[in-house]
Nanobody, 116 residues
Framework: QVQLQESGGGLVEPGGSLRLSCAAS????????MGWYRQAPGKERELVAR????????LYGDSVKGRFTISRNNAYNRVYLQMNALKIEDTAVYYC?????????WGQGTQVTVSS
């Protein structure tokens, strides 16, 4: 069973930066991709970014293009999200996501709050 653990969330001022990290444990060899989704109060969960194995297939949500960067480690058991130029509307719970050969796995989420 694959488990995902997010870290790096917190409170940041508008225009600031945060770096999220997601660590996969268990049968990480079964992971086919990793990424980040987020959900703000009153909104649907939306794609932030995702990356396929090999790191050559990357997809960003329109609202974060040019500001956020997704990356992974060589072992493909850790994914990062560098968030720059943060806006108040980026405030949300950010969830790590990983499709595996046995199904999709979600992390518990980490809160990101952008406020002055």
């Amino acid at each position: 069973q694959v488990q995902l653990q997010e870290s790096g969330g917190g409170l940041v001022e508008p225009g600031g930066s945060l770096r999220l990290s997601c660590a996969a444990s268990g049968s990480s060899a079964s992971i086919q991709a990793m990424g980040w989704y987020r959900q703000a109060p009153g909104k649907e969960r939306e794609l932030v970014a995702r990356i396929r194995t090999g790191g050559r297939d990357i997809l960003y949500g329109d609202s974060v293009k040019g500001r956020f960067t997704i990356s992974r480690n060589n072992a493909y058991n850790r994914v990062y999200l560098q968030m720059n130029a943060l806006k108040i509307e980026d405030t949300a719970v950010y969830y790590c996501w990983a499709p595996t050969t046995w199904g999709t796995v979600w992390g518990q989420g980490t809160q990101v709050t952008v406020s002055s």
